[in-house]
């Protein structure tokens, strides 16, 4: 019966049947232990990637809310100018009215 030592840190020897099962044990543990940072890393990661999207939509949203109130804000001045437009040339009708009126019965 032959014996194997590991090349691992610690250096251990097996008996040779032993040490090639336990190899590929340690093997898929020290992966195992050695995925477990780089999962939760990734995890955190992923998060982080989240909550920045969420945070951008929603920021977004705000920005077009903004826009859209400027937008409204802007036009009612335009609009109020408009109505006094409006209002000044039927009044300034209105008093032409008057006035042929008022010629006619002369």
């Known amino acids: 019966m032959g014996f194997t030592c590991s090349s691992s840190k610690l250096s251990m020897c097996y008996p040779t049947s032993y040490a090639v099962t336990n190899e590929v044990e ?3 543990s020290d992966q195992t232990l050695a995925g477990r940072p780089f999962a939760l890393t990734r995890r955190q ?3 982080m990637y989240s909550s920045a999207s969420k ?3 929603n ?3 705000r ?5 859209s109130a400027e937008a409204t804000v802007l036009a009612i001045p335009k609009m109020e100018k408009a109505k006094s437009r409006a209002t000044m040339e039927a009044s300034e009708k209105a ?7 008022g010629s006619k019965l002369k």
């Open 45 to 47: 990661t992923m998060d």
């Open 63 to 67: 920005f077009e809310e903004a826009r």
């Open 95 to 101: 008093q032409m009215m008057v006035e042929l009126e």
């Open 55 to 57: 945070e951008a939509l």
């Open 26 to 28: 340690n093997t898929d």
């Open 59 to 61: 920021t977004k949203g």
